[in-house]
């Protein structure tokens, strides 16, 4: 079974960069579809960015657009969030999560089924 350890979360304040890991073991990490997801105090867990199996096709939710970059590197089981001119509105505990496909990216929580355990991040105004 594969599974997921976050790190590169943290403070900072708002129009800085953060770039957030996501480690893979137990599997084979280039079979599986990719996704990034946040979830702040009284809101629903939501998407940010996903990832085909290759790298080559992504996903962005449409409040990050242009600020972040998902990509991934299956020779380091590893996939990236580069988070830039970060808002106090980014701030949330980011998700990692792994579906096994090598068909395309998946945008929703339910079509998920292994997750980190996630790791906070804090943007001050």
């Known amino acids: 079974q594969l599974q997921l350890v976050e790190s590169g979360g943290g403070s900072v304040q708002a129009g800085g960069s953060l770039r957030l890991s996501c480690a893979a073991s137990?599997?084979?990490?280039?079979?599986?579809?990719m996704g990034w997801f946040r979830q702040s105090p009284g809101k629903e867990r939501s998407i940010v960015a996903a990832v085909n199996w290759s790298g080559g096709t992504t996903y962005y939710a449409d409040s990050v657009k242009g600020r972040f970059t998902i990509s991934r590197d299956n020779a380091k089981n590893t996939v990236y969030l580069q988070m830039n001119s970060l808002e106090p509105e980014d701030t949330a505990v980011y998700y990692c999560a792994a579906r096994l496909s090598r068909v395309a990216v998946f945008r929703t929580s339910a079509e998920y089924n292994v997750w980190g355990q996630g790791i906070p991040v804090t943007v001050s105004s």
């Open positions: 137990g599997g084979t990490f280039s079979a599986y579809a």
